[in-house]
């Protein structure tokens, strides 16, 4: 009845799995006939905290009580609040804007790095270089960033000024005189789980600021500990000039967020958003960073990182005929599957086991659990990994 409506009054933009889920726990959902699963993608990395977190529950409902919402040409408390607390954990020099979604956030980065290059009404320098197999958003715009030729279809003309990079090294010879800005993901994410060396990320680092050109980080997927710090950034030990944050901030509620160390780019009037940073949103995720940094000083982040490396491991020597490699950092792993229908395979026999997984790239098996997820619920998603490998034909 349900996927009826759904495919009835839904423009067809995913391909949808039709399981309707009904409530979730930790990292557990339950569906409308009591299955249960396992939960290995937090939403695409969302739901940090686990689903129906208490804490966050509790933190949306008070608010939700007294107010959500009243615009940005009014202080509100909540989202000052939270900038402090994400500026003050990064141990980075910056100022925020709140927008809604990770697509979002990188358009205020595309924003700020314009008006940047701009020099008394004159567009100086423009051009933003990204990566080949970069993924930065949906918008017209971000889709223009994401390097990924296969996504432009369709949908031109788009804005000028992106040009991609075939890797980190390629960059040095594409400065020129135009450039205010390279855009990057420390790991790819929907790229296939790819982190970037770090030194390599240092080199350029020091090598943009020299030639000063900004350089940005797309964190929508690495941000808020998901690599186990706070920042990719931070793992890295870098300092970029402007950070995009959203998926893993709200566990749930739509939030997105430029940081810039360029604490006075916008005037009154630049830029704006109805939503963005609204009492809700503000609230739910200065609970989020809460639990995580005391998850995090606990040592049970790294605990939870090294326990569930520790079983994925078992994967590349017990099944060499289907695993290549184990990639990923922190709790953003996957393993490179030796092909696309293999992967096809995989993520449907783990559905049928009870548990949710994601793909990344063309044939990375991907896993992006709550970050707080305890050691009784990976312990049993690997069992139900197991038995949907046990149960591939090679
Ligand atoms: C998901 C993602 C985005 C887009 O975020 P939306 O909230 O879907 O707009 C941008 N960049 C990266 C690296 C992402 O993983």
């Not at 759904?6 to 309707?20: E, P, Q």
């Not at 790229?191 to 350089?215: F, H, M, N, T, Y």
């Not at 402007?242 to 749930?252: C, E, S």
Request: glycine residues 10%; proline residues 3%.
């Amino acid at each position: 009845m349900s996927e009826e409506i759904d495919k009835n009054f839904i423009l067809h933009s995913y391909a949808r799995n039709y399981v309707n889920f009904v409530r979730g726990e930790g990292a557990r959902v339950f569906d409308d006939q009591g299955q249960e699963y396992i939960d290995f993608t937090s939403g695409i990395g969302v739901v940090s905290v686990g689903h129906a977190n208490p804490r966050v529950t509790e933190a949306i409902c008070d608010q939700a009580q007294k107010i959500i919402h009243i615009s940005n040409l009014y202080l509100i408390e909540p989202q000052a609040k939270l900038a402090k607390s994400l500026v003050e954990k990064s141990g980075y020099d910056m100022r925020c804007f709140f927008a809604n979604s990770g697509a979002e956030a990188n358009e205020g980065a595309i924003k700020i790095a314009r008006k940047y290059g701009e020099v008394d009404g004159e567009p100086k320098r423009y051009k933003i270089i990204t990566l080949k197999h970069s993924f930065h958003g949906r918008t017209i715009s971000t889709l223009k960033a994401t390097g990924q030729e296969k996504m432009h279809h369709w949908f031109g003309p788009y804005p000028d000024g992106f040009v991609y990079a075939e890797d980190l090294d390629a960059i040095s010879d594409m400065l020129d005189d135009h450039t205010v800005c390279v855009l990057i993901e420390l790991v790819q994410g929907e790229g296939g789980v790819a982190p970037q060396d770090k030194k390599r990320v240092q080199e350029l680092a020091a090598l943009l600021r020299s030639k000063d050109i900004l350089l940005a980080v797309d964190e929508v997927q690495t941000g808020i500990y998901r690599t186990g710090e706070l920042f990719a950034s931070n793992l890295y030990e870098i300092e970029p000039d402007i950070i995009t944050v959203a998926k893993g901030l709200g566990n749930g509620v739509p939030i997105g967020v430029v940081m810039t160390r360029l604490k006075d780019i916008f005037q009154p009037g630049d830029h704006g958003s109805t939503f963005g940073g609204n009492y809700l949103v503000t609230r739910a995720a200065y609970e989020v960073l809460e639990i995580l940094e005391a998850y995090k000083n606990s040592g049970g982040l790294d605990e939870a990182i090294l326990f569930f490396e520790e079983r994925l491991r078992r994967f590349v020597t017990e099944y060499p005929d289907i695993v290549e490699k184990e990639v990923g950092l922190g709790l953003m792993r996957g393993l490179r599957i030796r092909s696309a229908e293999l992967l096809t395979q995989l993520v449907d026999n783990a559905f049928g086991e009870g548990l949710l997984v994601l793909k990344a790239g063309r044939n990375t098996l991907r896993f992006l659990p709550p970050l707080t997820i305890s050691k009784a619920e990976v312990e049993e998603g690997f069992v139900r990994l197991e038995k949907a490998f046990a149960a591939i034909k090679v």
